[in-house]
């Protein structure tokens, strides 16, 4: 039985002539939360879209990049295994799209129009489970009507409604105030919980939830530390993650930052 879900092997990243990611190796195996963390222009997000086919790595001598397995992996297979939640799928929603319309999406990977007598019974069951996870049974009719924080918890509902084994967030936390936070990183949490793997981007340490069990530090496109929480966030690490002296602390759970 595979229990990764992803392997890298001495990926390389460019745009244009320009390096971005160099060398990076790791695999992630199911029922692993992680978490790549970095300051903004290291590499993360870009890491990111190689990871789901949004962009491409350099081809080279033994490189390669196995989802469940395999290097050429159906992509219709692949969405159904993973959810995905980037900041360009925002803008390819249209202003008049409903919200549930937009959730219902998830199920036919599109974006916009849809034939809803499509959608079976036991969906509809799954959407109204959903959205009642992720508290969003009865917000507004229009998706370009919601807060950002309302937005975030759509999308994850969209990319959660074909139950997906994997759940891949670029930066969740970005653009909500300290409320919005820390109901999503709750929702993140609650997600764990239910058996759903986490990927996810952050540039802050104290987005990193309580069930991660592994942290990927990435500086300057270079894979620079991998494991466990406790034994990479710490106020040297960190510090040299950031170029900037700082104290690293856990309280309940949670950790924080604060300049030295």
């Not at 890298?8 to 963390?37: H, R």
């Not at 510090?239 to 690293?248: G, M, P």
């Not at 309280?251 to 930052?257: F, I, N, S, V």
Request: hydrophobic share 35%.
């Amino acid at each position: 039985m595979i229990t990764d879900w992803l392997e890298l092997k001495d990926i390389d990243i460019y745009y244009g002539q320009k390096q971005i990611i160099k060398n990076i190796s790791f695999s992630l195996k199911l029922g692993q939360n992680t978490v790549i963390i970095g300051e903004n222009g290291s590499g993360k997000s870009t890491l990111l879209k190689i990871i789901t086919k949004l962009k491409y790595a350099k081809v080279k001598k033994n490189s390669y990049i196995k989802h469940f397995g395999y290097v050429r992996i159906n992509i219709w297979d692949f969405r159904k295994k993973v959810g995905i939640v980037l900041s360009e799928i925002d803008s390819r929603i249209k202003n008049n799209m409903s919200t549930s319309d937009v959730i219902l999406s998830g199920y036919k990977g599109t974006f916009g129009v849809f034939n809803s007598k499509e959608i079976s019974l036991d969906q509809k069951e799954s959407f109204v489970k959903t959205s009642e996870l992720l508290g969003i049974k009865n917000i507004s009719k229009y998706y370009s009507e919601l807060s950002d924080g309302q937005k975030r918890r759509v999308l994850i509902a969209r990319s959660i409604i074909n139950k997906p084994d994997v759940l891949i967030l670029d930066e969740p936390t970005s653009m909500l105030d300290l409320k919005g936070k820390y109901e999503l990183l709750k929702i993140l949490s609650k997600l764990a919980k239910q058996g759903i793997t986490l990927l996810y981007v952050t540039n802050s340490i104290d987005n990193v939830i309580k069930e991660t069990n592994r942290v990927l530090c990435i500086k300057d496109g270079k894979l620079i530390l991998d494991g466990e929480p406790k034994a990479i966030l710490n106020s040297k690490n960190v510090s040299n993650l950031y170029d900037y002296r700082l104290n690293v602390s856990n309280e309940l759970g949670y950790w924080m930052t604060s300049p030295k």
